[in-house]
């Protein structure tokens, strides 16, 4: 049953792990108490923090998450830096500290349930911030997005485009109809030639007049009545 201080540590690094993204395994041994405090104030610019806690305590805290660890890692003298943001910031951090003083040793990593050799802590830290490296897997997919756009647009536009052309090739085929305002004058003219017929009519009319008195019916009459005197002589 562990104690009530000790419960406190392992309440307080599963508070740390739960809200880290990753943790980094080092061996701080030979650090002293300035060299840690300066690297503590490092890291925690970065998004991280970096704590002493007893492996058997760690181990509680991390859960089930502890037997996907190797025991290299969580053994010895360990210092856990908790990673809360910009994975790769932090590695770097972390390493270049290793760099210039030797007695800071990355052991390794675990990150979203894989277990990271030192080697992948140091090409993670040559990875770029997670806000650069998100720009560019859009951009690499926006491109594609941008040209698939502009081709279902060209597929839209072409049929318009065809509409428009075929209009106007009917437009310059057809022929240009005369303004109707045009048409008046031959209509004026139409009327004023109609008349004509009209003045020939009397003449027409006038020759039955003139042969009335030549009819027959006089002549017929004078013969009937010699024909009669005759046959009474």
């Not at 660890?69 to 390493?95: I, Q, W, Y």
Request: glycine share 6%.
């Amino acid at each position: 049953m562990p104690t009530a201080e000790k419960a406190q540590t392992i309440e307080q690094a599963r508070e740390w792990y739960s809200k880290s993204v990753g943790v980094i395994f080092t061996d701080y041994r030979g650090l002293t108490v300035k060299d840690m405090q300066g690297l503590r104030r490092d890291l925690r610019k970065k998004g991280g923090e970096i704590h002493v806690v007893k492996n058997t305590l760690f181990r509680i805290a991390a859960g089930d998450d502890a037997t996907n660890m190797p025991d290299e890692l969580h053994n010895g003298t360990t210092a856990m830096a908790f990673v809360f943001e910009r994975e790769s910031e932090c590695a770097k951090a972390l390493l270049d500290w290793s760099k210039a003083n030797k007695k800071l040793v990355v052991k390794g990593g675990f990150f979203a349930g894989k277990a990271f050799s030192s080697k992948e802590v140091e090409q993670l830290s040559e990875l770029p911030p997670r806000d650069v490296l998100l720009s560019q897997v859009i951009g690499t997919i926006a491109a594609p997005l941008s040209q698939l756009v502009g081709t279902i647009e060209a597929i839209y536009a072409d049929p318009i485009r065809t509409v428009y052309a075929v209009a106007d090739k009917v437009a310059e085929e057809s022929p240009i109809p005369e303004p109707k305002a045009e048409a008046a004058p031959a209509a004026e003219a139409t009327a004023e030639e109609a008349p004509a017929p009209e003045a020939a009519a009397p003449a027409e009319d006038a020759q039955p007049e003139a042969a009335t008195p030549a009819t027959d019916e006089p002549a017929e009459t004078s013969a009937d009545t010699n024909s009669t005197e005759t046959t009474e002589a």
